[in-house]
């Protein structure tokens, strides 16, 4: 469930409480069932838990490396800005890993298809442009945005796809879960992808996916949306520059998992190459040459997706594990650990029962003090 705290609320500092809950992370410990969790502050709270989590070796690698999350710094002088933790879930990473899959093939192919004109020089360039688009993975991206703006936005995006000549991504994939009460804001997201990037990004495909598929009753609607970059002309007949939903909340599977008609997903070269590349004489025709997946298609990799989940193996009976010896100093240091993570759970626990948050049990000790019925977890 998204939710959003605010930065004065409880009894601790928002600073506070979220290295708190990145601590806690580190050390494979999630209580909260957000696979989006938005909390709001300052940006001079930022900065100090930028600094705070740099006095901490070890928790800013953490932070770097491991922690997807996205900075949305405020747009006037007195607001608060929003910071975003992820925490993808299983079905959502599957089916990123699949359609990631999908497109790398189908770019491939469509590059493939136009190089094989060998007596059309414009085919042959695009192809060439189109063997040039690589996968970006997670990366941050960082967007400059507009001018009156306050600061740079961060994003974590789920997968992009960029041109060599630029680090901002063309083409950008978000998944979010279709059955959360307050739903990833996909709308907003891409806005901010392409609007944000001053327009270098092409393209946003969102897709929202069912993440419980084993509840009774269970909504397992899934839908795509596609946003491009498009570029039109004023009243005033000077271009500009918009982002345009060409595609909003397309059903691919309705509830009961049922594929629904023949429609397809399709993507033109003009939504993964820069505007650099697409404007240097390169004719329309080219442009709109397609990548196309069916609905279908999507509908049997979210099906994929979903099995494992469904039909997840439960431990062995009666496995027991040995741990590694520590030194005396890593014990030392691991106890007081411990001792700091026991007080987090505690802390956050509390949080999120006042703000009526839904508490989950994905909970790894780090040593035997560390147990769940003294944090107070709910099972």
């Given at each position: 469930m998204t939710q959003t705290s605010s930065s004065a609320q409880g009894h601790r500092d928002i600073?506070?409480?979220?290295?708190g809950i990145i601590s806690m992370r580190e050390q494979g410990i999630v209580i909260e069932d957000d696979s989006w969790r938005i909390y709001s502050l300052?940006?001079?709270?930022y900065d100090e838990l930028l600094t705070r989590l740099g006095q901490d070796p070890d928790l800013v690698h953490f932070w770097d490396t491991k922690v997807r999350h996205d900075w949305e710094p405020p747009k006037l002088e007195g607001e608060n800005g929003q910071l975003v933790l992820r925490d993808p879930q299983f079905i959502h990473?599957?089916?990123?890993?699949?359609?990631?899959?999908v497109l790398s093939d189908g770019i491939k192919g469509l590059a493939n298809r136009l190089?094989?004109?060998k007596h059309d020089y414009e085919a042959q360039e695009a192809a060439k442009a189109l063997r040039n688009v690589l996968g970006g993975g997670s990366a941050q991206v960082k967007l400059p945005g507009n001018v009156d703006e306050i600061g740079a936005t961060l994003r974590c995006p789920d997968y992009s796809f960029y041109h060599s000549i630029s680090s901002t991504p063309t083409l950008v994939l978000e998944i979010g879960d279709s059955q959360q009460r307050n739903k990833k804001d996909l709308y907003s997201l891409a806005g901010t992808y392409i609007s944000g990037s001053q327009y270098?990004?092409?393209?946003?495909?969102?897709?929202?996916?069912?993440?419980?598929?084993?509840?009774q009753n269970?909504?397992?609607?899934?839908?795509?949306?596609v946003w491009r970059s498009r570029m039109e002309r004023d009243e005033t007949h000077e271009k500009v520059s918009t982002c345009t939903a060409d595609i909003s909340a397309a059903v691919f599977r309705a509830s009961g998992n049922d594929t629904v008609g023949s429609d397809s997903?399709?993507?033109?070269?003009?939504?993964?190459?820069?505007?650099?590349?697409?404007?240097?004489?390169m004719p329309a025709a080219i442009l709109d040459e397609k990548l196309v997946i069916l609905f279908t298609k999507l509908a049997s990799i979210l099906r994929e997706a979903e099995q494992p989940h469904a039909k997840a193996p439960r431990p062995p009976p009666n496995m027991r594990f040995r741990r590694r010896k520590r030194s005396l100093s890593e014990e030392l240091a691991t106890t007081q650990k411990s001792r700091r993570i026991q007080q987090c759970i505690r802390q956050e626990t509390s949080e999120l029962q006042k703000?009526?948050?839904?508490?989950?049990s994905r909970f790894m000790p780090v040593d035997k003090e560390v147990k769940p019925s003294e944090s107070g977890v709910k099972r």
């Amino acid at each position: 469930m998204t939710q959003t705290s605010s930065s004065a609320q409880g009894h601790r500092d928002i600073v506070e409480r979220l290295l708190g809950i990145i601590s806690m992370r580190e050390q494979g410990i999630v209580i909260e069932d957000d696979s989006w969790r938005i909390y709001s502050l300052t940006t001079r709270q930022y900065d100090e838990l930028l600094t705070r989590l740099g006095q901490d070796p070890d928790l800013v690698h953490f932070w770097d490396t491991k922690v997807r999350h996205d900075w949305e710094p405020p747009k006037l002088e007195g607001e608060n800005g929003q910071l975003v933790l992820r925490d993808p879930q299983f079905i959502h990473t599957s089916f990123l890993c699949a359609m990631r899959d999908v497109l790398s093939d189908g770019i491939k192919g469509l590059a493939n298809r136009l190089g094989e004109r060998k007596h059309d020089y414009e085919a042959q360039e695009a192809a060439k442009a189109l063997r040039n688009v690589l996968g970006g993975g997670s990366a941050q991206v960082k967007l400059p945005g507009n001018v009156d703006e306050i600061g740079a936005t961060l994003r974590c995006p789920d997968y992009s796809f960029y041109h060599s000549i630029s680090s901002t991504p063309t083409l950008v994939l978000e998944i979010g879960d279709s059955q959360q009460r307050n739903k990833k804001d996909l709308y907003s997201l891409a806005g901010t992808y392409i609007s944000g990037s001053q327009y270098r990004t092409r393209c946003v495909l969102g897709f929202h996916i069912p993440y419980d598929t084993t509840s009774q009753n269970a909504d397992t609607t899934a839908n795509v949306s596609v946003w491009r970059s498009r570029m039109e002309r004023d009243e005033t007949h000077e271009k500009v520059s918009t982002c345009t939903a060409d595609i909003s909340a397309a059903v691919f599977r309705a509830s009961g998992n049922d594929t629904v008609g023949s429609d397809s997903l399709v993507l033109t070269v003009n939504d993964l190459l820069p505007r650099l590349v697409t404007e240097a004489a390169m004719p329309a025709a080219i442009l709109d040459e397609k990548l196309v997946i069916l609905f279908t298609k999507l509908a049997s990799i979210l099906r994929e997706a979903e099995q494992p989940h469904a039909k997840a193996p439960r431990p062995p009976p009666n496995m027991r594990f040995r741990r590694r010896k520590r030194s005396l100093s890593e014990e030392l240091a691991t106890t007081q650990k411990s001792r700091r993570i026991q007080q987090c759970i505690r802390q956050e626990t509390s949080e999120l029962q006042k703000e009526g948050g839904r508490i989950v049990s994905r909970f790894m000790p780090v040593d035997k003090e560390v147990k769940p019925s003294e944090s107070g977890v709910k099972r």
